[in-house]
């Protein structure tokens, strides 16, 4: 074997390991990508799966979703208030109280589905507990009367108004006569005047006598 062809033999060995080995560099660079890929896309999913949101209210309504929490003392009196109202008219409709930012009570009745809301003042509900028993019956009527409008359909009857009667006194000033000395109007002059014209008229009779002439009109 001459040089040349030794020469020949190892040049052309080392060419085919070097393009096998760039293959296999190669194909290894392609599994480490779809490796990598294929983690990214397991850890993509997973990390998903754990960060998903899941709304624990979804499928219900504002009225369902209410809890009552601790109560004060004056939102268990206006809870002693409202319910029974409410179980008087048999709604059936489960009472909540809360407060707002301004200190009024507000009242929450819900019925299946439903929710109503209706607000007291906090002067009323002050005054009430203070022992004022007018404020509590108007408390309570309220109540009653937006239960029923809102629940049962029914519209508030208004009161009749009540007519003022004339006290005796003043009945009797009207009746009195008018002093003896007293200025009479202008129209109680011409009618004063009519009335004795026509008194002299029947007196006379028919008998050819002319009635008095009235009064000319006093220039205005």
Partial sequence: MTLSKFLTYWSL??????IWGFSILVALGDVKDELLDSFKRRWASSARSKLAFTDPLAGRTPAETLTNGPLTESQLWVLGEVAPIADRLGLGARTLVLQDTFGHYVVYLTQGKRLVTYRLDREWVDEARAGK??????????VERYLRREFLGEEPVPAPVPVAAASPAAAADAAAPAPAGAEMSREERIAAAKAEALNAQRAAGGQGTTAPALPPDEPR
Avoid: G, H
């Fill in 13 to 18: 060995l080392f060419a085919v390991l070097t």
């Fill in 133 to 142: 028993t007018e404020q509590l019956e108007r408390i309570r009527q309220s």
